[in-house]
């Protein structure tokens, strides 16, 4: 399948056999029993490898894998509340919504309005900032309180893992000298 008259060539062990003809190439490739795989066919002249080429698919493929099991997938969770939601079903949602974090969740925090309700978005926003308050030694706020029609939304991100807000900074040497003298 290669269609020009030279190639630079690798030989099975790495080495560069340099700029030989495709016949030659293709001898010493059926020589050490392995196929002539072209892997630069824009380099002029392109660079042929001999190489096991079943061995060199399943070699990839398999780090293909391992690279697809190491990815993380960061999923959005939601808990649904109403301006009505009393304190005590709002801490059911709320460790829920804790739990998820700690997993290394996304949580969206809804609040739906009915009826009336919409003249009140002021009794959501304390909601939900309430509930920042509570998980804000795990989360950060990723999208502050917005109405979105009939819908009052804010998304939870999981906090870095290491920095967490409520910790003071460690003080450094030349403050804690100020201190003492």
Same mark, same amino acid.
């Given at each position: 399948?290669?269609?020009?008259?030279?190639?630079?060539? #690798?030989?099975?062990?790495?080495? &560069?056999?340099?700029?030989?003809? #495709? =016949?030659?190439?293709?001898?010493?490739?059926?020589?050490?029993?392995?196929?002539?795989?072209?892997?630069?066919?824009?380099?002029?002249?392109? /660079?042929?490898?001999?190489?096991?080429?079943?061995?060199?698919?399943?070699?990839?493929?398999?780090?293909?894998?391992?690279?697809?099991? %190491?990815?993380?997938? +960061?999923? /959005?969770?939601?808990?649904?509340?109403?301006?009505?939601? &009393?304190?005590?079903? $709002?801490?059911?949602?709320?460790?829920?919504?804790?739990?998820?974090?700690?997993?290394? &969740?996304? /949580?969206?925090?809804?609040?739906?309005? $009915?009826?009336?309700?919409?003249?009140?978005?002021?009794?959501?926003?304390?909601?939900?900032?309430? +509930?920042?308050?509570?998980?804000?030694? +795990?989360?950060?706020?990723?999208?502050?309180?917005?109405?979105?029609?009939?819908?009052? =939304?804010?998304?939870?991100?999981?906090?870095?893992?290491?920095?967490?807000?409520?910790? %003071?900074?460690?003080?450094?040497?030349?403050?804690?000298?100020?201190?003492?003298?």
């Amino acid at each position: 399948m290669i269609r020009v008259p030279e190639v630079r060539l #690798i030989g099975p062990g790495g080495e &560069n056999l340099g700029v030989v003809s #495709i =016949s030659e190439a293709l001898r010493i490739a059926r020589e050490a029993e392995l196929d002539l795989v072209e892997v630069a066919p824009g380099a002029t002249p392109p /660079v042929c490898r001999v190489m096991d080429f079943g061995k060199f698919l399943y070699e990839r493929a398999k780090k293909e894998r391992e690279a697809k099991k %190491a990815q993380t997938k +960061i999923e /959005v969770k939601e808990i649904r509340l109403r301006p009505k939601t &009393n304190e005590h079903h $709002r801490g059911f949602k709320t460790r829920d919504a804790r739990r998820w974090l700690m997993e290394g &969740n996304k /949580v969206k925090v809804t609040i739906r309005f $009915r009826g009336r309700e919409v003249t009140y978005p002021e009794l959501a926003l304390e909601d939900l900032r309430e +509930i920042a308050e509570e998980l804000a030694d +795990i989360a950060t706020i990723e999208q502050p309180p917005a109405m979105e029609g009939r819908v009052m =939304s804010m998304v939870l991100s999981p906090a870095k893992p290491g920095r967490k807000r409520s910790e %003071a900074p460690a003080p450094t040497a030349q403050s804690a000298g100020e201190a003492q003298s």
